[in-house]
């Protein structure tokens, strides 16, 4: 569940088409911290309205500022929101560590990133900073919580609010990936919603992996497959959402076997999610950030979903579009 690097894909292209400035005699990028990723970090609300976009929000008695990188025009549009995967895991010993990929990472690597990826899938495009990564205060640890959850939606309203936003397309990537079923569940705002890699069966997923499942107050964890009922209407016909999961069969780091039985609920429920069955591009067969925003980006355009689904329907990980 770990992003093992899946940041630094969004920065490939983006890197080799202008990045190369930063060494060049220009200011060096402060990097990302461990330290803040492990221990959390706390914003005031006048420090966070000294950083550029960023959004100040309350939830569960506390405040959070969370930082958004955006490219293209956002007023009157619906941008495609993308949220990244976990960095934070244990090492051997039981102890605390942070993907050594998210440390190569800084905010103007990011801000480039979108750049390349607005004009890659014709749309504008934020990089949410999630509780806690990529410059938003809090503790990455509250993942998958009630109160990751409620930041993101406020947050995501506040954006709205702020940069004249009539909307949003979502994409999401393994951790990152539960944040839609939880918007989409939760709100009448969503074109297009792609889930890549995600834990989907999240109750099951944390019994196989000895994780315990907490079921109250700000840190009960989220399982999308409660949100069901709630989903199913929502993508189940003409004008609605229209919902993307897309999966490698292969994946070890979240087996499909905790991915599939949300989209054949869904079905049962009524709903029209569509299935995608393609490789990741890394060795746990997990990483599916670009064909996600691909992905997001046809739908955008209005690409109907049987010629989605031919186009990515059982390619290899590192089949990608040059």
């Not at 630094?8 to 990723?37: E, N, Y």
């Not at 499942?213 to 700000?218: E, K, L």
């Not at 039985?261 to 995608?276: E, M, N």
């Amino acid at each position: 569940m770990r992003a093992a690097g899946l940041l630094a894909s969004l920065l490939v292209a983006a890197l080799s088409g202008g990045g190369a400035a930063f060494a060049q005699g220009q200011p060096v990028a402060k990097l990302f911290s461990a330290s803040d990723v492990i221990n959390g970090t706390t914003v005031s609300r006048e420090q966070c309205a000294k950083t550029p976009r960023t959004v100040y929000v309350e939830s569960f008695g506390k405040g959070i500022c969370i930082r958004y990188y955006a490219s293209g025009p956002m007023k009157g549009a619906a941008p495609i929101v993308f949220f990244t995967g976990d960095v934070l895991g244990l090492d051997d010993k039981g102890r605390r560590e942070v993907d050594p990929g998210y440390l190569t990472q800084a905010p103007e690597f990011i801000d480039i990133a979108a750049k390349v990826w607005a004009g890659r899938l014709k749309s504008p495009v934020i990089f949410f900073g999630r509780m806690g990564l990529n410059g938003s205060s809090g503790w990455h640890g509250d993942r998958r919580t009630a109160l990751e959850v409620d930041v993101t939606a406020k947050a995501l309203d506040a954006i709205a609010a702020k940069e004249g936003a009539t909307g949003f397309h979502l994409v999401g990537q393994s951790g990152g990936a539960m944040l839609v079923p939880a918007l989409v569940a939760s709100r009448d705002d969503i074109g297009c919603a792609v889930i890549a890699s995600g834990p989907l069966d999240f109750r099951a997923f944390a019994k196989r992996y000895g994780i315990t499942f907490r079921t109250s107050g700000a840190r009960a964890h989220y399982d999308p497959m409660g949100d069901v009922p709630a989903i199913a209407p929502k993508i189940a016909g003409d004008g609605g959402t229209r919902l993307f999961v897309l999966t490698d069969p292969q994946d070890s780091a979240v087996p499909a076997e905790f991915q599939l039985p949300f989209v054949l609920a869904l079905a049962k429920a009524g709903g029209r999610p569509v299935a995608i069955s393609t490789g990741g591009r890394d060795k746990d067969h997990h990483a599916l950030i670009e064909k996600g925003l691909f992905v997001a980006g046809q739908c955008v355009a209005e690409m109907p979903d049987e010629a989605i689904v031919k186009r990515w329907q059982g390619r290899a990980g590192d089949d990608l579009p040059r």
